[in-house]
């Protein structure tokens, strides 16, 4: 365990690490609703600054702190008495607040919908890998896979969802359920 | 708009609000400080300025070492001093061609470390990974969009001789880590480089792989390599 002196810096370059990071995998899993995300994730690191001092240096933070943010949505969920499995729910949007402030962005709506067609496992790999830039080697300690593993998947999802988008995208007269059909 | 940049596009567009940052770092400050009491060493006070003075002197000599030494790999002293030079220094700010250049020595530096580590017969599992990792972001900076063929060939180049000491750091095992050799393959293959690229990283990869690799069903995404004429390499009957 660290000395207190040091506890807080250590707690500060943490918080610096893995801010950004927490708030994403939250914001995709309440239906990119801002102030939903922003609540709980304060929650998520008002509970890791409680436990800091007696967590495992040996362990990874990355792993650690992503599944403390698994728990809190999954427990913001079960306290609105909603049954959501958080993986399937994740970068969807329908009959939610966030959806008009994401519309701005009218083009990467199409990336949300070739998303949507991925398997909810591919999705999270696409989110880990490309959107949230975590290292393999972080995605195989928060997936419980080897490195290579996860640099396989992340190279397989990818590859289907270029083939997804192109589908949708470059075909126009396609449409969404018959592309989801080809793959 | 391309697949990549949209994704770019996403990352920019779902950042926090950075007031938002801020101020939760405020609150968690206070509830820290309540939470964990500071413990005081006014002795520490006065001897700070001496024992930093003494600190960055030391540290500039020793970090000069860490960071360039192949010798100070997982498991040595100045190791750790070493991964935090080299990730202050990949976080300066760069283009793709900068950035594929840093990683590109980057997986130099991580087979030169495996190299070392063979020669103590101590199986370099992580080495293996730290290579494939650096390759990935070099591959990955390379095919940016902004780069044209010019600009990508040295680094290229560099790659491919990169990729012929990984071979003969595999070589060094009993066994030969097929899954290493996979995903640097795979990684290579679903790149977005020109198809003439891939080839010259492949076909350095081809030894390997062709001795200790039959296609299976999987593999069938695999592309066939097209070799220039003037290129004299035996493939294996089932190509790669």
Avoid at chain 1, 151 to 156: L, N, P
Avoid at chain 2, 76 to 96: A, D, I, T
């Amino acid at each position: 365990m660290a000395m207190p002196s040091n506890l807080k810096s250590d707690f500060k370059d943490f918080y610096d690490q893995h801010f950004d990071r927490v708030y994403r995998f939250v914001y995709f899993r309440v239906r990119m609703n801002r102030e939903v995300a922003e609540d709980i994730t304060s929650d998520i690191f008002m509970k890791a600054l409680k436990h800091f001092a007696s967590y495992d240096p040996k362990q990874s933070h990355t792993a650690w702190i992503m599944t403390i943010a698994r728990n809190t949505v999954i427990n913001h969920y079960r306290d609105q008495k909603q049954a959501t499995d958080i993986d399937e729910i994740a970068f969807k949007l329908e009959g939610v607040d966030g959806r008009e402030e994401f519309l701005k962005h009218g083009d990467v709506m199409e990336l949300q919908e070739a998303m949507s067609h991925l398997q909810p496992s591919e999705r999270e790999m696409i989110e880990l890998k490309y959107i949230q830039g975590f290292r393999y080697k972080e995605i195989g300690e928060i997936l419980g896979k080897t490195a290579g593993a996860a640099r396989i998947e992340a190279h397989r999802a990818m590859k289907k969802l270029k083939e997804l988008f192109k589908d949708l995208y470059d075909v126009p007269r396609k449409t969404a359920k018959e592309a989801a059909k080809v793959n | 708009m391309s697949l990549e940049r949209q994704l770019k596009k996403l990352q920019k567009s779902t950042k926090p609000e950075r007031e938002f940052e801020r101020a939760l770092w405020l609150k968690l400050s206070s509830e820290f400080d309540s939470e964990y009491p500071a413990l005081r060493f006014t002795w520490l006070r006065f001897a700070a300025f001496p024992l930093a003075a003494f600190a960055v002197f030391v540290t500039m000599g020793v970090g000069t070492y860490a960071y360039a030494s192949p010798y100070v790999t997982e498991g040595h002293l100045l190791h750790s001093m070493k991964l935090g030079m080299e990730r202050v220094e990949s976080q300066l700010p760069r283009g793709p061609i900068a950035s594929a250049e840093f990683h590109a020595r980057m997986m130099e530096r991580r087979i030169a470390e495996g190299e070392v580590l063979a020669r103590q017969e101590r199986v370099p599992a992580f080495t293996l990974d730290g290579i494939a990792n650096e390759m990935d972001l070099t591959v990955t900076n390379l095919a940016s969009e902004e780069l044209d063929a010019e600009h990508r060939r040295p680094v290229i180049d560099h790659l491919q001789m990169q990729t012929v000491r990984y071979n003969y750091l595999l070589q060094g095992y009993e066994e030969v880590p097929l899954e290493a050799v996979m995903e640097l393959r795979l990684m290579i293959q679903d790149s977005a480089l020109a198809t003439n690229e891939k080839q010259l990283l492949l076909i350095e990869l081809h030894p390997v792989v062709i001795n200790e690799l039959s296609p299976t069903e999987e593999d069938g995404e695999l592309i066939p390599i097209q070799f220039e004429e003037d290129i004299s390499l035996e493939l294996a009957p089932q190509g790669i």
